[in-house]
Structure formats: C-alpha cells, structure tokens
C-alpha cells in the first residue's frame, strides 16, 4: 500500500525557518508531480507549492521567494524549505503524490496520495 509519512512541523518564531519532508513508501513503479498543501483554521486547503517530475516548480503568490520545493527522486522524499516563517502562515500541512503504482506494469495506475498532515505554528 502506498503512504506518505510526513515530518519536520513544530512551532516557530515569526522569521524562523522550518524543513518539512515527505517520504513516499510502498510497492511503486514512479512518483510523477509532488507538492504541498496546506490548510488554515477555518479556511479550505490551498495550493503552496508543486513540483512535477520535468523539474518545474509552481508556488502560490504568498509564498513565493520564502518557501522552496525540492525532490529526491532516489529516496523518493519531497521537502519544503520554509524560511522568513510568518504568523499567517500556520496551517497543517499536507503532501501530495501523484503515484504510479498496481498489481503489476501492466496493470499500474497513476493515482493520486496524500500524507498525514503536519502542524506548523509560527507565534508572532
């Protein structure tokens, strides 16, 4: 079965820097797109930052020039860099993988997965 096991989320400072990584596991012939979500108190789940396989990255507007998305395809492990942390920025996170996986080649779909979520709480 295939699971992604998120980590790095904790509570920081207003300007501090956080590491966030998810690791893919399970039977899988490849990972296509990766990317972060998150989801505000109150508010629906938003787009942060995706990165398809061809190595393009894609950040939402609030975020861009702060946070970086980065891949290992042989460890097979997204990361989020997060740095100049603000207050609004307090969200659980959420990774998503877009998974190659089946009973065999043949019969491998291409689905999508999301990990567990994990806090990030900036204090002002």
């Known amino acids: 079965q295939v699971q992604l096991v998120e980590s790095g989320g904790g509570l920081v400072q207003a300007g501090g820097s956080l590491r966030l990584s998810c690791a893919v596991s399970g039977s899988i012939f490849g990972i296509n797109a990766m990317g972060w979500y998150r989801r505000a108190p109150g508010k629906q789940r938003e787009l942060v930052a995706t990165?398809?396989?061809?190595?393009?990255?894609n950040y939402a507007d609030s975020v861009k020039g702060r946070f970086t998305i980065s891949r290992d395809n042989a460890k097979r492990t997204a990361y989020l860099q997060m740095n100049s942390l603000k207050p609004e920025d307090t969200a659980v996170y959420y990774c998503?993988?877009?998974?190659?996986?089946?009973?065999?080649?043949?019969?491998?779909?291409?689905?999508?997965?999301w990990g567990q979520g994990t806090q990030v709480t900036v204090s002002s």
């Open positions: 990165m398809p396989s061809g190595g393009s990255t």
């Open positions: 998503n993988a877009d998974v190659l996986s089946g009973g065999s080649w043949f019969a491998a779909e291409l689905h999508s997965y």
